[in-house]
């Protein structure tokens, strides 16, 4: 993937020879060398870093789906192990009509005296 645009190889930088002056190697020629190893080594670390950023992303992607899991396996179990009836809208309305007609009845016999022992018989919201 990336081998295009890395342009030497440790080979080829091991195998680099210079010819010799009389004064030693050509400078001209040892910089040009030297300036694509430095390119090379530019873009190893823009790649690194690249890598490196996706990596980060993923480790953070990977931890949030794992949370996700754990967070839907407990929802299941809890579910699983409920055995409470499910609480459907029409059993709420019927709970507060049957409240309603508790609280404001026509008749009196109907009215709840909230401190009597009557409304805490009345008052027994099983679902009926």
Known sequence: MYQNKIKLTT??????????????YRPKEVDQFLDEI?????????????????????????MQLKQE????????????RSDAPEVTNVDIMRRLARLEKL?????????VNYN?????EESNFDGE
Request: proline share 0%; glycine share 4%.
């Open 11 to 24: 080979q080829e930088i091991l195998d680099k020879s210079f010819k010799i002056d009389t004064r030693g």
């Open 69 to 80: 899991l754990r967070n839907a396996k407990m929802n299941i179990e809890i579910v699983k």
């Open 38 to 62: 430095i390119a090379d080594y530019d873009q190893f670390y823009r790649i690194i870093n690249t890598i490196e950023r996706e990596k980060n992303e993923l480790i953070s992607e990977n």
């Open 116 to 120: 009597s022992d009557k409304y805490e």
């Open 103 to 111: 609280v404001y009845g026509d008749d009196k016999k109907e009215r």
